[in-house]
Nanobody
């Protein structure tokens, strides 16, 4: 079994920063990519950012581009999401997700939540105005 554990959420004011972390543990497997998604109350879970595990290339939703940065530490099996210039509309539960490596390697990570194999429990981020 694979576990993903997020941390770093909290309550901040607009314009503040937060750094989320997600550490994987459990059964060893090869990772193709890891992503961050978020789900605001009453809304669908949406893509935020993803990183190809080996190459380190990054991808972002337009709504966070220039404000959020995804990074990883391969040795620690940890992915991070640095969130700057937070806005009230960033308020959501943030989930990390893992897309395992398969025989066919996509050129870019998926932005579709159904393509990811493992999920964390989520961490709440609340941005007050």
């Amino acid at each position: 079994q694979v576990q993903l554990v997020e941390s770093g959420g909290g309550l901040v004011q607009a314009g503040d920063s937060l750094r989320l972390s997600c550490t994987t543990s459990g059964r060893t497997l090869s990772i193709y990519a890891m992503g961050w998604f978020r789900q605001a109350s009453g809304k669908e879970r949406e893509f935020v950012a993803a990183i190809r595990w080996s190459a380190g290339s990054t991808y972002y939703a337009d709504s966070v581009k220039g404000r959020f940065t995804i990074s990883r530490d391969n040795a620690k099996n940890t992915v991070y999401l640095q969130m700057n210039s937070l806005k009230p509309e960033d308020t959501a539960v943030y989930y990390c997700a893992l897309d395992k490596l398969r025989g066919i390697i996509p050129s870019i990570p998926s932005r579709t939540k159904n393509e990811y194999d493992y999920w964390g429990q989520g961490t709440q981020v609340t941005v007050s105005s």
